[in-house]
């Protein structure tokens, strides 16, 4: 369990350094991370709100803040290069990401064409029974991208890898809001950037 520990903390550094220089994209996280959290309280009570809630606010929110406020060029805090940031990420990178999001925004297309589409999701007749309609699929887009990428990892690394990565997102919310809580405020003092907190030790 320490090692297991030890790469969470590695991972959750890595991505910290690597993918969260801009105050506004750490902004960005933390209303993210705070609707995940009612996202996650809601699986228990409608599952179908909780997705919509999750993909509508909690993914465009986060991804808006990686594609256009993050920094893509030459890395100096690091010295890295985006491309080879992109080529170590363990999770899912920007190409990845876009593959996702295609999907992610094809489904309400495909069921609305297609009401109860395959027979794995409700039919509709109403707007609101579309969108549980569509909670319920980005739902399961959800589970398995989450389940897909950790096994993906079992065979590019190791099993351990994959757990901890599923352990890190899972657990990313709560750790968002204890990380980028401040994000906010220190944006408003014009710090664009936090790239000198990003030289602490880890």
């Known amino acids: 369990m320490k090692e297991f520990f030890e790469e969470l903390r590695v991972q959750r550094w890595d991505d910290h350094r690597y993918y969260h220089h801009c105050r506004i994209n750490q902004s960005l996280h933390l209303l993210s991370a705070m609707a995940f959290v009612v996202s996650y309280g ?11 809630l999750a993909w509508t606010v909690s993914m465009t929110s986060r991804q808006a803040g990686h594609f256009f406020f993050e920094p893509l060029g030459y890395d100096h805090v ?7 940031k ?7 990178n920007l190409r990845r990401k876009v593959v996702l999001l295609s999907i992610w925004a094809l489904l309400p297309l495909a069921i609305y064409m297609n009401p109860g589409w395959m027979g794995v999701f409700p039919e509709h007749e109403t707007f609101y029974e579309f969108m549980r309609a569509v909670g319920y699929s980005w739902l399961v887009l959800g589970a398995a991208a989450l389940l897909f990428r950790t096994v993906h990892l079992f065979f590019l690394q190791d099993v351990q890898t994959g757990l901890v990565w599923m352990t890190k ?32 030790n880890r």
């Open 42 to 52: 809601l699986l228990f009570i409608d599952p179908a709100i909780a997705a919509l």
């Open 169 to 200: 997102i899972v657990t990313d919310p709560f750790h968002d809001i204890y990380l980028y809580h401040k994000a906010p405020w220190q944006l408003l003092r014009g710090e664009r950037f936090a790239d000198r907190s990003l030289h602490v």
């Open 86 to 92: 992109e080529e170590i990420k363990v999770g899912y």
């Open 78 to 84: 690091n010295q890295a290069t985006n491309d080879h």
